[in-house]
């Protein structure tokens, strides 16, 4: 049974930083490529991050030089590091897998708000 589930979300004030976990199981993980995805209120989801098998990484022009995602493939998680984070950016903060089928978790809520 795959399972993407995410954690780290919360409450932040502008310009803090916030890192977000994606503990995968029930596929072969490191064989994936692992996105984070974003839906504010009232938007689309939109893609943040993207981390190939390989390790390189791809970012939004909005969060370059600000977010970092990563792999731990001993652990079948991805992480998105999030730094000076704005207002603007409060969502949902989703995980996804894809090879050929694309797998989702259920999000992390991160708010920020002062």
């Known amino acids: 049974q795959v399972q993407l589930v995410e954690s780290g979300g919360g409450l932040v004030q502008p310009g803090g930083s916030l890192k977000l976990s994606c503990a995968a199981s029930?596929?072969?993980?490191?064989?994936?490529?692992m996105r984070w995805y974003r839906q504010a209120p009232g938007k689309e989801r939109e893609l943040v991050a993207v981390i190939i098998i390989g390790g390189s990484t791809n970012y939004a022009d909005s969060v370059k030089g600000r977010f970092t995602i990563s792999r731990d493939n001993a652990k079948s998680t991805v992480y998105l590091q999030m730094s000076s984070l704005k207002p603007e950016e409060t969502a949902e903060y989703y995980c996804?897998?894809?090879?050929?089928?694309?797998?989702w978790g259920k999000g992390t809520l991160v708010i920020v708000s002062s």
């Open positions: 029930g596929f072969s993980f490191s064989s994936y490529v």
């Open positions: 996804s897998a894809r090879r050929v089928v694309e797998y």
